[in-house]
């Protein structure tokens, strides 16, 4: 169930955020996760804007589950509430569905990141980077996960 007060949101929040509760179709999931995600969201709000970030997150899966796009909005929503669990399941799901998507595994990358699973981040990453995604954020998230997984402790047998 959404629990947004829409009072938390700013103008344009709570006219997306009432749009999509009419119609939580894939441009309006996708509109509002983004818009949800960026810093200006809910200010000075942020345990408020957490958890409309869960519930939008939430939400959006059960009604676009099968579309790409919409997983990589909602899985990112979900990821800026602090969500790591939910948004790993929507990115592996996304994964399946579009196994080519360079974007998925930057994000996957991310989340084990912060998981603390740094070995997978790490691979993850390299796929992403293979697939062409270059940009400064994903070879940073790499540059991090590479230098973890070396100093994290090996399995001997």
Do not use: K
């Amino acid at each position: 169930m959404l629990i947004a007060n829409t009072r938390t949101l700013a103008g344009d929040g709570e006219r997306l955020l009432a749009v999509w509760l009419a119609e939580p179709d894939t441009r309006t999931t996708v509109e509002l996760c983004n818009w949800l995600a960026t810093d200006d969201a809910c200010p000075n709000q942020r345990a408020t804007g957490r958890q409309i970030l869960a519930d939008v997150g939430r939400e959006g899966r059960v009604h676009t589950h099968h579309r790409v796009g919409v997983l990589l909005a909602v899985g990112r929503t979900l990821l800026a509430a602090g969500e790591l669990s939910r948004s790993l399941s929507i990115f592996v799901l996304a994964a399946h569905l579009a196994p080519s998507e360079p974007l998925v595994y930057r994000l996957l990358g991310e989340v084990l990141h912060l998981r603390g699973d740094v070995v997978r981040a790490s691979r993850m990453l390299d796929r992403a980077i293979a697939g062409g995604m270059t940009d400064p954020e994903t070879l940073a998230w790499y540059e991090r996960a590479r230098i973890a997984s070396d100093d994290a402790p090996t399995m001997a047998g």
